[in-house]
């Protein structure tokens, strides 16, 4: 079997994550996990500047994992997506490793993958930075790990039991480890094909535009491509002017309904500048994709807000929220389940592209209480544009 056919095949089997084995993720205050996924899981946190990018990669923590994903452990680490990819869908393992079988496709570097996934001797292809918490929205998915303002304005509020771990204990940036990563980051810039930054806000993050400019001057950004996830509040010119600089530039736009209803699921998002930026991401000649979290609160929304993706020619890209469980779409009651297959059929197009996979998994899902849902909501409301209900009258009558 030649590397091309060897590789394809790893990136299709069920047991190979290329996160596991060829991105650097770092969370917010500098430690070490697996993927993004690592929020809410007991895997225990490295810091950065305590075990190498290697060392970690050989370590009784990843090789727990990836033995956890070859048996197909539900209960796992990987559960997430092990659960996605049983029910038929696409999951964050299964997209990823798409993205790197197209990248090999265009690039034909299929020999270096197979040395680097063998041997681990060089610095990841991707990083993946959640470098500090600084961002300035209030989403309702979000907790204080990647939000100073969920920090400051959860604190002061009575959430319900199920929602204090919102509040998670302060992972402020933590000089060393960030430094450090930096450091691993310029010491491993040759072999760099991809960097993502997330949140917090990474266009609030000083060290997030320091490493991207230090990449511009020491001539290696035009090898890189950059991915940067964005509430899109705010695109200042610095940004937009990086991207000429680099391979390939994407702005991924979190974005969770249209008009009003996003900005009280990702207050203070104000629709008109959000489009507004979108429109500056375009014009400075990046790649711009929309980006769901699917809840109880948005999911009979998400019609209108394919349909306007469509228009604006966006691709469009989303992915289930698991925690807390509470707001999940586990939360919907038969009514609403009931509402959302009635209103999904007036949109056949939608139905026949994400729909239906959306009411199977919706579908799917055991009846989860829905009160503490019902409680943060209202909890929330004071602080928000107006109550709940009149943005999402699939919940009026229930939030009161
Ligand atoms: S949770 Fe998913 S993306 Fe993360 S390591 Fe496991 S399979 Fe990969």
């Known amino acids: 079997m030649n590397s091309r056919e060897q590789v394809s095949q790893l990136l299709n089997s069920s047991k190979f ?4 084995e060829i991105t650097g993720t770092v969370y ?7 993927c993004c996924k690592a929020s809410g899981s007991d895997i225990g946190s490295i810091p950065v500047s305590s075990i ?24 796992s ?24 079988l197209r990248y090999l496709d265009q690039t034909d570097q299929w020999n270096e993958f197979v040395q680097l996934v063998n041997t681990k001797q060089q610095g990841p292809w991707h990083w993946m930075l959640f470098l500090d918490n600084t961002c300035q929205a209030r989403c309702v998915m979000c907790d204080s790990s990647f939000s100073t303002a969920i920090e400051q304005e959860y604190k002061k509020l009575n959430l319900p039991a199920s929602f204090m771990t919102k509040i998670q204990p302060q992972k402020q940036a933590d000089a060393t480890e960030i430094q450090q990563t930096l450091e691993d980051i310029k010491s491993s810039a040759h072999n760099i094909k991809m960097i993502q930054l997330l949140g917090g806000e990474p266009t609030l993050q000083k060290p997030c535009y ?14 890189i491509a950059i991915k940067i996830n964005t509430n899109g509040i705010n695109l200042s010119q610095n ?19 249209t008009g009003d209803l996003n900005t ?16 500056k991401a375009r014009a400075s000649g990046s790649t711009v994709i929309a980006k769901t979290t699917i809840h109880a609160m948005n999911v009979h929304f998400l019609p209108e807000l394919w349909s306007w993706a469509q228009q604006q020619n966006l691709y469009w890209m989303y992915h289930f929220v698991e925690d807390p469980q509470d707001i999940s779409v586990s939360v919907l009651t038969p009514a609403q389940r009931k509402q959302l297959i009635e209103k999904y059929n007036q949109y056949p197009e939608f139905v026949l592209s994400h729909g239906a996979d959306i009411i199977k998994f919706v579908s799917s899902m055991p009846d989860r209480d829905p009160e503490p849902l019902l409680n943060f909501i209202q909890t929330l409301t004071p ?12 919940f009026t009558g229930l939030n009161k």
Not at 264 to 277: A, C, F, G, H, Q
């Open 264 to 279: 009280w699921i990702r207050y203070p998002t104000r629709w008109d500048t959000l489009t507004e930026n979108i429109n």
């Open 28 to 34: 917010p205050g500098g430690t070490r996990v697996p």
């Open 239 to 257: 940004w937009l002017s990086m991207a000429q600089y680099f391979k390939s530039w994407q702005w991924t736009f979190s974005i969770d309904a």
């Open 52 to 75: 190498s990018y290697q060392q970690y990669q050989h370590s009784d923590v990843i090789d727990s994992i990836r033995n956890d994903l070859a048996q197909r452990n539900s209960q």
């Open 383 to 394: 602080h928000r544009p107006g109550p709940f209900d009149q943005v999402n009258p699939y």
């Open 17 to 20: 994550c290329s996160y596991l």
């Open 77 to 100: 680490y990987c559960r997430a997506c092990i659960a996605a990819e049983n029910q038929g869908l696409a999951s964050d393992r299964t997209n990823n490793n798409q993205n790197w």
């Open 210 to 223: 320091d490493i991207l400019q230090w990449l511009i001057e020491n001539k290696h950004s035009e090898n």
